[in-house]
């Protein structure tokens, strides 16, 4: 039983316990995180204190340095260093220099010390010995040992050191040459020694918490700046924070930042006393507990009234209580609860007066066991109604009987189908069926559930609109006793976004991206399963290799993104001339193949290569043009001329190659066929072995432009090859063939030993073309004379180095890439600068790129041509030049032909292209023209020539 102090006490604690306890914890959160808010200013604080103190010494430095290399190409100076090097002087003097000596001391180094802050100078000769020391200490003094005289011979050299009563003092050092331009070997060494000064100038701490020191490698202390009253750092927190190395260190007493100085060796510490930098901080705390402890006493005297006020009804009610339970049990029923507080306890005293009349007139344990029951299944429709209210807001929802009808629809399932509930209960899932799946794939998923089991899969359903949508849906039997199903719960989740991603990724890579054509992977897919359909029951497969006859003049004539419109139309036409089920393909440039996997006959084949090629007939129409192309047919056919895929397309290929000797025509293929083409292949060989005596070889010389002001900076010689009787052949027939061959070397080297001599006839005549690039292929690049074979060649034409560049492709430098880098490092120190041709379109690893001497890197005229229609290409343009950059090298950008193109590339800071929106390859003579008339290019609205002058 509870006596009255014991209530009174119960709730006294309650009360103290809910109203001071939440003000305790409150207050130290916010103390705590003011704490910490203090701590992070601090370090902020002290790391910008640092960075301004670092930046201003490293300032003082380097005007200290550029004041000594400025003063180190005195024409006097100089001459009396080069004579003190070579005289044999008196000992322990000048000698015959020491009147010059004493006047260039008198007179330049007065107006030296006028405008720097300076407190000493040395000169030391080239042996180490003293010339001339302002300080007046004894001249001839051999520093050879010096560290700062033996650095000094080779570069500037920044030094703190200590005089011998423990003071710093700044030393710089540096070289003296005998000439300002070509400096050659240093002949002697100029010491300054700077005030001190300067440097404690920029070694203060902001605030009067804080301490700034300067130490050297070995830690000592080289400047300080300690508050008035404050104390020094202990040597220990020097040493902990400077091997610790650059940052913000933290003790129980002090914060430290710490910034090195490189120049020096040594480190700028600012620091701060945390027991004076939270000083506010701890008054506010005093402050906030003295607050506490006026809420405390008030919160105790306010819980003590109002337990005494809760407490006094309930021990009246209490005392009522006992007395009418006494009369109970001693047989009173009548005894009544009386009791007139005029408040809940009264009401309670009522309601417990009716529980008595209950009893007295109706069993308890009845109705105790029914509202038991009813409480049980409150709380299961409750569970029922909170699993309702997740689905509906997570999930498609439905139910169907056992037939699949529908019962119920939530409102997820409507919005997403597009129906209303009184257009789907009653009717089957057929209503929302879009006829996608195979019956196999819904036989497997009803039979699964009628066996009780859970079914999971995806399902693409059509909406009332005719929009399709997709689902990743779980259906869930309802078993009756006999564990039968009576209902089926569906639950979906809408994944109509992530199948359409898919269904994208899949058409790119199956797809080409010009003309929306099935690319060779999906070719080749289909192509086999033609041939494994094909050959139970014997049938025919035929594949149409089809060439465009005149697209390269086109092409030419009127650029790539013309040509690219021109293959999109072929491809239309193409297309209009197959049957269901037929394939058409781009495999590359402008060749197509067509697949059709079901023939009865052959003659079906040449009705249908005679269709394509009249398909073609009619002019194309684009922009403004009106273009007239041919085509050549080559066809091979399952199984007479190959029973694999890759066999068929090669057959194909060379009847291709046979039917276009006739123009405009089909050929099927032939044993002959393929000996025609090897024919062909070995008179061109045969042709190229005597190109070259025969002078058949030309140059041409495509012009590279600064992008950022039109102004010719170079050009790219391309070889071409005009045989006599046929006329200009194409560099993608031949090159090849000269790589296969080993041909390429000799005529490399004729590639090589032509652009450099013209380059030379250029120079000599006055003209400047800048460097002119030749490209260098695998075997050359790989063939063991090749540096040799360099070197003889601007040996004998007389010209430097750096007037010629080497154009390298990622293949060459990928394969053996320790030899590549050897390769590339000797070609780089001969002074000849390197380029990677075609870059991204290769396999380059950054690691290794970053490892290859090169100076320029070329993009690829694939990424250019597709600017302003694929994003992703404008990135890896982006992602190039960046990189270019970032490993401070030049970008070109090759095959640059519309204004597009080039304010894209400009915009980017790219800084070099070429094209044919400025020039196509010319001639050696339309190049001197170029050049002697000293034009450059405008690179706005569109690109014309200009007067470099004007």
Same mark, same amino acid.
């Given at each position: 039983?509870?006596?009255?102090?014991?209530?009174?006490?119960?709730?006294?604690?309650?009360?103290?316990?809910?109203?001071?306890?939440?003000?305790?914890?409150?207050?130290?959160?916010?103390?705590?995180?003011?704490?910490?808010?203090?701590?992070?200013?601090?370090?902020?604080?002290?790391?910008?204190?640092?960075?301004?103190?670092?930046?201003?010494?490293?300032?003082?430095?380097?005007?200290?340095?550029?004041?000594?290399?400025?003063?180190?190409? $005195?024409?006097?100076?100089?001459?009396?260093?080069?004579?003190?090097?070579?005289?044999?002087?008196?000992?322990?003097?000048?000698?015959?220099?020491?009147?010059?000596?004493?006047?260039?001391?008198?007179?330049?180094?007065?107006?030296?010390?006028?405008?720097?802050?300076?407190?000493?100078?040395?000169?030391?000769?080239?042996?180490?010995?003293?010339?001339?020391?302002?300080?007046?200490?004894?001249?001839?003094?051999?520093?050879?040992?010096?560290?700062?005289?033996?650095?000094?011979?080779?570069?500037?050299?920044?030094?703190?050191?200590?005089?011998?009563?423990?003071?710093?003092?700044?030393?710089?050092?540096?070289?003296?040459?005998?000439?300002?331009?070509?400096?050659?070997?240093?002949?002697?060494?100029?010491?300054?020694?700077?005030?001190?000064?300067?440097?404690?100038?920029?070694?203060?701490?902001?605030?009067?918490?804080?301490?700034?020191?300067?130490?050297?490698?070995?830690?000592?202390?080289?400047?300080?700046?300690?508050?008035?009253?404050?104390?020094? @750092?202990?040597?220990?927190?020097?040493?902990?924070?400077?091997? #610790?190395?650059?940052?913000?260190?933290?003790?129980?007493?002090?914060?430290?930042?710490?910034?090195?100085?490189?120049?020096?060796?040594?480190?700028?510490?600012?620091?701060?006393?945390?027991?004076?930098?939270?000083?506010?901080?701890?008054?506010?705390?005093?402050?906030?507990?003295?607050?506490?402890?006026?809420?405390?006493?008030?919160?105790?005297?306010?819980?003590?009234?109002?337990?005494?006020?809760?407490?006094?009804?309930?021990?009246?009610?209490?005392?009522?209580?006992?007395?009418?339970?006494? !009369?109970?049990?001693?047989?009173?029923?009548?005894?009544?609860?009386?009791?007139?507080?005029?408040?809940?306890?009264?009401?309670?005293?009522?309601?417990?007066?009716?529980?008595?009349?209950?009893?007295?007139?109706?069993?308890?344990?009845?109705?105790?066991?029914?509202?038991?029951?009813?409480?049980?299944?409150?709380?299961?429709?409750?569970?029922?109604?909170?699993?309702?209210?997740?689905?509906?807001?997570?999930?498609?929802?439905?139910?169907?009987?056992?037939?699949?009808?529908?019962?119920?629809?939530?409102?997820?399932?409507?919005?997403?189908?597009?129906?209303?509930?009184?257009?789907?209960?009653?009717?089957?899932?057929?209503?929302?069926?879009?006829?996608?799946?195979?019956?196999?794939?819904?036989?497997?998923?009803?039979?699964?559930?009628?066996?009780?089991?859970?079914?999971? #899969?995806?399902?693409?359903?059509?909406?009332?609109?005719?929009?399709?949508?997709?689902?990743?849906?779980?259906?869930?039997?309802?078993?009756?006793?006999?564990?039968?199903?009576?209902?089926?719960?569906? /639950?979906?989740?809408?994944?109509?976004?992530?199948?359409?991603?898919?269904?994208?990724?899949?058409?790119?890579?199956?797809?080409?991206?010009?003309?929306?054509?099935?690319?060779?992977?999906?070719?080749?897919?289909?192509?086999?399963?033609?041939?494994?359909?094909?050959?139970?029951?014997?049938?025919?497969?035929?594949?149409?290799?089809?060439?465009?006859?005149?697209?390269?003049?086109?092409?030419?004539?009127?650029?790539?993104?013309? #040509?690219?419109?021109?293959?999109?139309?072929?491809?239309?036409?193409?297309?209009?001339?197959?049957?269901?089920?037929?394939?058409?393909?781009?495999?590359?440039?402008?060749?197509?193949?067509?697949?059709?996997?079901?023939?009865?006959?052959?003659?079906?084949?040449?009705?249908?290569?005679?269709?394509?090629?009249?398909?073609?007939?009619?002019?194309?129409?684009?922009?403004?043009?009106?273009?007239?192309?041919?085509?050549?047919?080559?066809?091979?056919?399952?199984?007479?001329?190959?029973? !694999?895929?890759?066999?068929?397309?090669?057959?194909?290929?060379?009847?291709?190659?046979?039917?276009?000797?006739?123009?405009?025509?089909?050929?099927?293929?032939?044993?002959?066929?393929?000996?025609?083409?090897?024919?062909?292949?070995?008179?061109?060989?045969?042709?190229?072995?005597?190109?070259?005596?025969?002078?058949?070889?030309?140059?041409?010389?495509?012009?590279?432009?600064?992008?950022?002001?039109?102004?010719?900076?170079?050009?790219?010689?391309?070889?071409?090859?005009?045989?006599?009787?046929?006329?200009?052949?194409?560099?993608?027939?031949?090159?090849?063939?000269?790589?296969?061959?080993?041909?390429?070397?000799?005529?490399?080297?004729?590639?090589?030993?032509?652009?450099?001599?013209?380059?030379?006839?250029?120079?000599?005549?006055?003209?400047?073309? #800048?460097?002119?690039?030749?490209?260098?292929?695998?075997?050359?690049?790989?063939?063991?004379?090749?540096? !040799?074979?360099?070197?003889?060649?601007?040996?004998?034409?007389?010209?430097?180095?750096?007037?010629?560049?080497?154009?390298?492709?990622?293949?060459?430098?990928?394969?053996?890439?320790?030899?590549?880098?050897?390769?590339?490092?000797?070609?780089?120190?001969?002074?000849?600068?390197?380029?990677?041709?075609?870059?991204?379109?290769?396999?380059?690893?950054?690691?290794? @790129?970053?490892?290859?001497?090169?100076?320029?890197?070329?993009?690829?005229?694939?990424?250019?041509?597709?600017?302003?229609?694929?994003?992703?290409?404008?990135?890896?343009?982006?992602?190039?030049?960046?990189?270019?950059?970032?490993?401070?090298?030049?970008?070109?950008?090759?095959?640059?032909?519309?204004?597009?193109?080039?304010?894209?590339?400009? $915009?980017?800071?790219?800084?070099?292209?070429?094209?044919?929106?400025?020039?196509?390859?010319?001639?050696?003579?339309?190049?001197?023209?170029?050049?002697?008339?000293?034009?450059?290019? /405008?690179?706005?609205?569109?690109?014309?020539?200009?007067?470099?002058?004007?």
């Amino acid at each position: 039983m509870l006596r009255k102090k014991e209530i009174r006490g119960r709730l006294f604690f309650w009360l103290l316990l809910f109203t001071l306890i939440p003000l305790f914890i409150i207050a130290s959160l916010n103390y705590d995180q003011l704490r910490q808010d203090y701590l992070l200013g601090a370090r902020n604080t002290l790391t910008l204190d640092a960075i301004q103190n670092k930046a201003a010494l490293e300032a003082l430095l380097a005007s200290y340095k550029q004041r000594l290399n400025t003063f180190g190409v $005195n024409q006097i100076l100089q001459t009396l260093l080069e004579e003190f090097n070579d005289t044999e002087h008196e000992e322990g003097g000048l000698g015959r220099l020491k009147e010059k000596a004493d006047h260039f001391q008198a007179v330049e180094l007065e107006e030296f010390f006028q405008t720097a802050h300076f407190i000493g100078l040395r000169v030391v000769g080239v042996n180490g010995k003293v010339f001339i020391d302002t300080q007046g200490r004894e001249n001839g003094q051999d520093l050879s040992s010096d560290i700062a005289f033996q650095e000094g011979l080779k570069e500037v050299f920044v030094e703190y050191r200590f005089d011998s009563q423990g003071d710093s003092v700044l030393i710089v050092t540096g070289p003296v040459f005998p000439h300002a331009i070509d400096r050659g070997a240093s002949i002697g060494v100029l010491s300054l020694t700077a005030a001190i000064d300067e440097t404690k100038r920029h070694v203060k701490a902001a605030e009067n918490t804080k301490h700034a020191y300067l130490i050297d490698q070995q830690g000592r202390v080289i400047a300080k700046s300690i508050p008035e009253g404050g104390k020094a @750092l202990p040597s220990r927190v020097l040493e902990q924070a400077k091997q #610790g190395g650059e940052g913000i260190f933290e003790n129980s007493d002090v914060i430290i930042s710490v910034q090195n100085i490189e120049e020096i060796g040594g480190a700028l510490l600012i620091s701060a006393d945390l027991e004076a930098f939270f000083g506010p901080i701890r008054l506010m705390r005093n402050q906030l507990l003295l607050v506490m402890i006026t809420l405390s006493a008030v919160g105790i005297f306010f819980s003590l009234r109002v337990s005494r006020w809760i407490a006094m009804p309930i021990q009246s009610f209490k005392t009522h209580l006992n007395t009418t339970l006494a !009369e109970l049990k001693k047989g009173n029923p009548g005894k009544q609860l009386t009791l007139q507080t005029g408040d809940e306890l009264e009401d309670l005293s009522d309601r417990f007066n009716d529980l008595i009349e209950l009893l007295r007139q109706k069993d308890l344990g009845g109705d105790a066991e029914k509202k038991k029951f009813e409480e049980a299944l409150g709380r299961s429709y409750k569970e029922l109604a909170d699993i309702k209210y997740a689905l509906d807001h997570a999930a498609i929802v439905a139910i169907t009987d056992q037939k699949g009808i529908i019962q119920y629809v939530n409102d997820k399932f409507c919005e997403i189908s597009k129906y209303s509930k009184e257009e789907v209960i009653g009717q089957s899932h057929r209503i929302i069926s879009s006829g996608y799946h195979a019956k196999e794939f819904i036989r497997n998923q009803w039979q699964t559930v009628a066996n009780g089991k859970i079914w999971r #899969g995806e399902y693409k359903n059509r909406a009332k609109d005719g929009s399709y949508y997709w689902v990743d849906t779980t259906i869930v039997p309802f078993l009756n006793s006999q564990g039968k199903p009576y209902q089926y719960l569906a /639950i979906r989740t809408d994944i109509t976004r992530r199948k359409r991603g898919e269904e994208r990724l899949s058409y790119m890579a199956h797809h080409d991206a010009l003309t929306g054509l099935p690319n060779r992977t999906l070719f080749y897919d289909r192509l086999n399963q033609a041939i494994a359909q094909a050959h139970p029951h014997k049938r025919l497969v035929a594949l149409l290799y089809l060439d465009l006859d005149r697209f390269k003049i086109a092409n030419d004539a009127l650029g790539h993104a013309f #040509g690219d419109k021109l293959l999109k139309a072929v491809a239309e036409r193409l297309t209009l001339c197959l049957f269901e089920g037929d394939t058409v393909t781009r495999v590359g440039g402008d060749e197509f193949i067509l697949l059709l996997p079901t023939v009865a006959r052959e003659e079906n084949v040449t009705l249908v290569a005679e269709k394509v090629l009249e398909g073609l007939r009619p002019p194309f129409r684009i922009e403004e043009h009106e273009m007239f192309i041919t085509g050549s047919i080559g066809i091979s056919l399952y199984p007479r001329h190959g029973e !694999e895929a890759e066999i068929l397309v090669i057959n194909a290929d060379t009847a291709m190659y046979r039917a276009k000797e006739d123009r405009d025509g089909y050929e099927i293929y032939s044993p002959d066929t393929a000996s025609a083409k090897t024919s062909r292949h070995l008179e061109m060989e045969t042709n190229l072995r005597h190109a070259l005596e025969r002078n058949e070889f030309s140059l041409r010389y495509q012009p590279e432009i600064d992008l950022r002001d039109g102004k010719l900076i170079g050009g790219e010689a391309l070889i071409r090859w005009k045989q006599p009787g046929v006329g200009i052949i194409s560099p993608s027939e031949f090159i090849p063939i000269l790589e296969e061959t080993g041909m390429i070397i000799p005529v490399g080297e004729w590639i090589l030993r032509t652009a450099c001599a013209k380059q030379k006839a250029w120079q000599e005549a006055g003209f400047w073309p #800048g460097r002119i690039w030749v490209n260098i292929s695998a075997r050359q690049f790989r063939h063991g004379n090749f540096i !040799e074979m360099l070197t003889r060649v601007l040996e004998e034409t007389g010209l430097e180095p750096a007037a010629i560049g080497l154009e390298l492709t990622e293949g060459i430098l990928m394969k053996k890439t320790e030899e590549a880098v050897s390769t590339l490092q000797k070609i780089k120190n001969m002074g000849i600068h390197l380029a990677i041709d075609d870059f991204g379109t290769g396999y380059s690893s950054l690691s290794y @790129l970053k490892r290859f001497p090169i100076d320029v890197l070329k993009i690829d005229k694939s990424f250019v041509d597709h600017i302003g229609e694929s994003l992703q290409t404008e990135s890896i343009i982006d992602t190039v030049i960046a990189l270019a950059h970032n490993l401070k090298l030049k970008v070109v950008a090759e095959g640059i032909e519309t204004q597009k193109q080039l304010d894209f590339l400009r $915009n980017r800071q790219c800084e070099e292209g070429q094209g044919y929106l400025f020039s196509r390859p010319l001639t050696a003579e339309a190049f001197t023209e170029l050049m002697s008339e000293d034009r450059c290019f /405008i690179l706005t609205e569109r690109v014309s020539y200009g007067n470099a002058m004007g």
